[in-house]
């Protein structure tokens, strides 16, 4: 845990990278004319998916903690090269996760997709399942999602009573599926802790998961369609898509669209029903709660 010089020393740190650049360096508008040099605060908190307060006291040097994803978060969008990626996560106090977990943040570009396909529901994962970002349309898919204080879609799947209540019949087929391609990705992860701690849990707690996992069936991913009951919308038959980005290898783009007039119908009426909801959010419960609104709301 960091000391009270190490949070100060954290802070002069961010705020000399957040100072070195323009808005045009991350692909924001210029602006008009700014009393201070560099990117403004919330500008970065808009780019890493936080709380401007949350941003602002940790520049302060407050006695702050954050996870290893939201400085992962902060300084991809900081454009911060990799020693001082280390050197952030050092003054921070914890380890410096391997590149490929740093490749696991999302970009504001990739906000700005999550919120031009609403009503459409989409996310962004890990191999692991871990939900990196989602809109409006995912959050309310099934239950309250930012509200659950769980952002790993295999830790609903097996042991979330609303989302087997939402897939119906259908959730041992959705169980086998995703036990099926998390054995498939899990090959290139054998020793990552991360996957260990979840095939671990998953283990202990679902019997379900335990015997498909010692099946050993791999499945990769590929476009599928998916029925969900949902409670104001009835049922939805959605197509699942799935790609892995080029620029963010560990992070997979999941776009969902109707499979029929009247799931598209209903999908519109999302947003007459969440209209006063954020439309995007990154889940980081350490900061914000369960869930961190990023964006604006409807006018």
């Known amino acids: 845990m960091p000391t009270l010089t190490r949070h100060h020393e954290l802070g002069s740190f961010l705020r000399s990278r957040r100072e070195r650049l323009q808005p045009t360096d991350v692909k924001l508008p210029a602006g008009g004319r700014r009393r201070t040099p560099g990117l403004r605060r ?4 808009q780019l890493a998916g936080v709380g401007v307060t949350w941003y ?4 302060q040097g407050r006695d702050i903690n954050p996870s290893a994803q939201v400085l992962g978060a902060i300084a991809q969008s900081l454009l911060l090269n990799p020693d001082e990626t280390r050197h952030l996560f050092t003054l921070a106090g ?24 609403l009503p459409f529901p989409a996310c962004f994962q890990t ?4 939900v990196l970002a989602y809109n409006r349309s995912y959050r309310f898919l099934i239950g309250d999602f930012a509200a659950s204080g769980e952002s790993n879609c295999l830790v609903h799947c097996f042991l979330d009573p609303e989302w087997a209540a939402a897939y119906g019949a259908e959730i041992h087929q959705v169980r086998r599926r995703v036990a099926s391609r998390l054995r498939s990705s899990q090959a290139k992860h054998l020793e ?16 379900e ?7 050993r ?3 990769r991913n590929g476009p599928h369609t998916k029925t969900i009951d949902h409670p104001r919308a009835g049922v939805l038959r959605l197509k699942f898509g799935g790609m892995w980005l ?5 992070v997979r783009f999941t776009p969902m669209t109707p499979a029929d007039g009247p799931s598209a119908t209903a999908l519109a009426r999302f947003d007459e029903w969440y209209a006063e909801e954020p439309r995007v959010y990154v889940p980081a419960a350490d900061f914000a709660g369960s869930g961190s609104p990023v964006g604006r709301r409807d006018q």
Not at 127 to 130: I, K, L, S, T
């Open 127 to 130: 191999a692991r399942f871990d």
């Open 209 to 215: 998961f335990r015997e498909l996992w010692s099946l």
């Open 246 to 250: 080029d620029g963010a290898p560990g």
């Open 192 to 207: 990552d802790p991360l996957w260990q701690e979840l095939i671990g849990r998953l283990g202990r707690e679902s019997a």
């Open 217 to 219: 069936d791999v499945m």
């Open 42 to 45: 919330e500008e970065v908190a």
């Open 94 to 117: 914890i380890p410096a996760p391997p590149a490929s977990q740093l490749s696991e943040t999302i970009t504001a570009e990739h906000l700005a997709l999550l919120d031009q396909l």
């Open 56 to 59: 602002t006291w940790l520049e």
